[in-house]
T-cell receptor
Framework: NAGVTQTPKFQVLKTGQSMTLQCAQDMNHEYMSWYRQDPGMGLRLIHYSVGAGITDQGEVPNGYNVSRSTTEDFPLRLLSAAPSQTSVYFC???????????FGPGTRLTVL | AQKVTQAQTEISVVEKEDVTLDCVYETRDTTYYLFWYKQPPSGELVFLIRRNSFDEQNEISGRYSWNFQKSTSSFNFTITASQVVDSAVYFCALEANQAGTALIFGKGTTLSVSS
């Protein structure tokens, strides 16, 4: 199993550009989440999904969209990138409520 | 509201010292789960432990031990005889129903172990 994979590993955008961060898992987990990590802030929840077709907002959802058309994939879309979205983004999946969350390696995004 | 507080921002110890990382949580749910993750300098998140709200037994795994006390809403993590390889950022996290199976993280404690 590859576990949770994220692409790209690094990305530089200009203000106003859009892009999609990819996240995939091959463990057939129902639950998937996106977090961002900023210095001194820990990890903050952006969006999460409890199954295909079901998504909900977390603590910091503004400027981000998600969809969950398959169990395996949970892409995060930045609609119009802003410097405040410079961060490290982690995707995670879990097999059930209260289960261990498996994290991807992260995507480091810089918005100029 | 759900909240996790790690009051210690940074801790520095010398090898072989014992160190305790504090974690205090807030939730109104009666069923919840607590986690500790380690983030070494390489950046990945490493799962250490998961505990549900109905299991207050302390746990020991090698040099690591965890003390869960519902009466004080705390889930503290102790490393015995610390080693340089323990240097990392440690996160405590809470999963409760209101967050729909996603985690609420504390801001993390940076542990530096010197030789």
């Amino acid at each position: 199993n590859a576990g949770v994979t994220q692409t790209p590993k690094f990305q530089v955008l200009k203000t106003g550009q859009s892009m999609t961060l990819q996240c995939a898992q091959d463990m057939n987990h129902e639950y998937m989440s996106w977090y961002r990590q900023d210095p001194g802030m820990g990890l903050r929840l952006i969006h999460y999904s409890v199954g295909a077709g079901i998504t909900d907002q977390g603590e910091v959802p503004n400027g981000y969209n998600v969809s969950r058309s398959t169990t395996e994939d949970f892409p995060l879309r930045l609609l119009s990138a802003a410097p405040s979205q410079t961060s490290v983004y982690f995707c995670a999946s879990s097999p059930y409520s209260g289960g261990e969350q498996f994290f991807g390696p992260g995507t480091r995004l810089t918005v100029l | 509201a759900q909240k996790v507080t790690q009051a210690q921002t940074e801790i520095s110890v010398v090898e072989k010292e014992d160190v305790t990382l504090d974690c205090v949580y807030e939730t109104r749910d009666t069923t919840y789960y607590l986690f500790w993750y380690k983030q070494p300098p390489s950046g990945e998140l490493v799962f250490l432990i998961r505990r549900n709200s109905f299991d207050e037994q302390n746990e020991i795994s090698g040099r690591y031990s965890w003390n869960f006390q519902k009466s004080t809403s705390s889930f503290n993590f102790t490393i015995t005889a610390s080693q340089v390889v323990d240097s990392a950022v440690y996160f405590c996290a809470l999963e409760a129903n209101q967050a729909g199976t996603a985690l609420i993280f504390g801001k993390g404690t940076t542990l530096s172990v010197s030789s």
